[in-house]
């Protein structure tokens, strides 16, 4: 069994994140929004009185069909819930 020598999920180990440059390609960016997401959801989960379980459950459906985009490496995919996952706030 060969090593990957480009792991996609390098830029997580690293301290300084997410890289600009020729190396960065679609999956490390759409895994970092990934990322990104969830902390929003985190933060809809604790509004009170369940005043952002709506969103919620808008991220967290979307951060779902952003992550089968991955799996499936389906591109076309996975650069629309960038571009989706990109205007999330």
């Known amino acids: 069994m060969t090593s990957t020598p480009n792991d996609p ?3 997580l180990n690293n301290s ?3 890289q600009t ?3 960065t390609d679609l999956i490390q960016k ?3 929004e990934i990322i ?3 902390e929003l959801i985190t933060y809809y ?4 009185n369940g005043a952002g379980q709506l969103g919620s459950s808008i991220l967290n459906e979307l951060v779902t069909e952003a992550y089968n985009s991955l799996v499936n490496y389906d591109t ?3 650069k629309k819930y960038y571009d989706l996952l990109l205007n999330c706030d």
């Open 36 to 38: 990104r997401v969830k």
């Open 16 to 18: 300084q994140g997410i």
């Open 21 to 23: 440059g020729a190396q």
């Open 30 to 32: 759409l895994l970092y």
């Open 76 to 78: 076309v995919l996975m």
């Open 9 to 11: 999920l390098d830029f």
């Open 45 to 48: 989960d604790s509004i009170p």
